[in-house]
């Protein structure tokens, strides 16, 4: 990390410019002309990243930039923010919504996929790019908020769903609109009785930290119950104006988690991430998800092994402190949605006896109780405990609630024979 007296480009600078963050916004690094006062690069660089403009946007704060180690082509600050010829190459099973959010949303900007949860997308603007972003087939395009129709068209949707108690404000990053935008939307879903939550998803805090301010902060708080998950890949990451951001958050009793990807020469490493995990929680952000990274075009060159996550979530779980272990998953292609993976702790099963192996391979049997589970039912299959039936679901819980002995995709050949 450079102090910004020394990058050319930002020499001039005052302290009170560099820590303003529309002063930050308004300075982003877009062209491989500023870039390269930034960074040292080569012919070769310079030729990738404009091959790589030609079909994505590129825009670094000059704050994330300052991060950049100018000695390592593979500093994994700039892999996250420098775009490569890498990212016009397109694999067959790569595509523009690998997790088909367009197919589940109802309304332009909304994706319900869950039972109770919306994704409500308010903006297609970041205050960077970032090079792996999934949602690259809107953000970033025109660098536009969504219009006031759109976004009353969503709210109008959450309004008049009731099954929606948890609304999780995405994008792009919700956190560069503007304090008076962000505070309309908040309070027309805080109108609404059955949302219970609101989250806001958003790399503010580690792209351009300035823009958390006690004003800000001040205006969230006023929504509360509100989380905020926001997406640390990297140790380097964590610094003392990512921390104050953070911290100027979590003392506005606003809880936050953090969700990284995975991404070949940046994290797929059991100690970096170790790391991340350790950092993150010191700054009181609890880690939240780890994503495989998802098979969106032009990412190929970013993506790991499954394998490599597992051993992961093998070197976190019982090496360091329960809180500090996010879950492992992949965002299912085709909207099947977040499938959480982990290795395998149960070994084998026998009647009474469940034998489990713990994180340095100690083997043990766990003796379960000799006794009927169905005795929390009466006879009409009401639960004792709850009060009700546990029916009307669907899926794998309707096989275990007894209402269905077998599901069966679609295209299978026995469901061929079977219409003949
Ligand atoms: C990730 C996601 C959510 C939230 O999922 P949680 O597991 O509750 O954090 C909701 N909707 C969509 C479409 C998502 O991709
Ligand atoms: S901040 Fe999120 S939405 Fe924006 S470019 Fe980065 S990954 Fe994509």
Redesign the pocket.
Known sequence: MRHWKEIPLFKDVTYGEWSDWRWQWRNRIETVEELSQVIPLTEEAKEGIRTALQKVRMAITPYYASLIDPDDERCPIRMQAVPTESEVVVKPWESVDP?D?DA?SPVEGL????PD???FLVTEQCSMYCRHCTRRRVVGVTDKVASKERMEAGIRYIREHEEVR?V?ISGGDPLTLGNDRLEWILQRLREIPHVEVV?IGSRVPVVLPQRITGDLAKMLAKYHPLYI?THFNHPKEITPESKKACAILADHGIPLGNQSVLLRGVNNCPQVMKDLVHDLVRIRVRP??IYQCDLTWGLDHFRTTVGEGLEIMEALRGHTSGFAVPTY?I?APGGG??VPISPQYILTMGEGTVIVRNYEGVIAAYHEPSYDPREKYDESGVCKLCGKKHEGSRGLASMLAGERASLIPERTDRLERRKK
């Open positions: 997790l959010e589940d994706v319900h996929r869950y949860r919306v994704l948890d999780l989250r998950n939240y998800y998953v965002d949605g977040k």
